[in-house]
């Protein structure tokens, strides 16, 4: 089993969609969980970070379950900039050097 | 401040050769990493640097070797490339907080190995 999966899509939605991506994980030991957005052929970078009770950053919203070992990210109102590859990543066994396991992300497309 | 930078950030070596890879940033961060990203596959951690003068292995260090003398620089070498090493790189830093694990990337390089 891997240790941070998601579902690869593609997600193609229509704008003004609302799209949701899961992302499962296997280290129960694991403490912090984040999205990272990837742009076509550049570097990844911080969505953002998830809490425990769940949190929101306009139209992003991301849940954790740690009983499920589960986080999602909600998109709401999608914009065309919102095309782009998103990473679910975990720290590695709650370690504080920072080794991040990242899924191998899902690719959404947002068509006018 | 220019954040991370790479260099280079294109490449294409014959197997057998030997090259240099530079990660370079200006925050003042203590921990550094280098990725390795494949097609379909999620970025994986090849080695890492909690400080100046210490590193250690990641998920898949073989056939890499890394250097930090310096804070500021973090350098992954390939002694003799192979064409398993083709892959996009990435270096990133990140301060040794443990609330904010943010880690800010370099724009990566592009090696080719034929």
Known sequence: ?112 | NAGVTQTPKFRVLKTGQSMTLLCAQDMNHEYMYWYRQDPGMGLRLIHYSVGEGTTAKGEVPDGYNVSRLKKQNFLLGLESAAPSQTSVYFCASRLPDRVSYEQYFGPGTRLTVT
Not at chain 1, 103 to 111: D, E, I, S
């Open chain 1, 1 to 112: 089993r891997k240790e941070v999966e998601q579902d690869p899509g593609p997600f193609n939605v229509p704008e003004g969609a609302t799209v949701a991506f899961n992302c499962t994980y296997s280290n129960s030991a694991s403490q912090s969980f984040f999205w990272y957005r990837q742009d076509c052929r550049k570097e990844p970078k911080l969505l953002m970070s998830v809490y425990s009770s769940g949190n929101e950053d306009g139209r992003f919203t991301a849940q954790l379950n740690r009983a499920s070992q589960y986080i999602s990210l909600l998109i709401r109102d999608s914009k065309l900039s919102d095309s782009a590859t998103y990473l679910c990543v975990v720290n590695w066994s709650g370690s504080n050097t920072g080794k991040l396991i990242f899924g191998q992300g899902t690719t959404l497309q947002v068509k006018p």
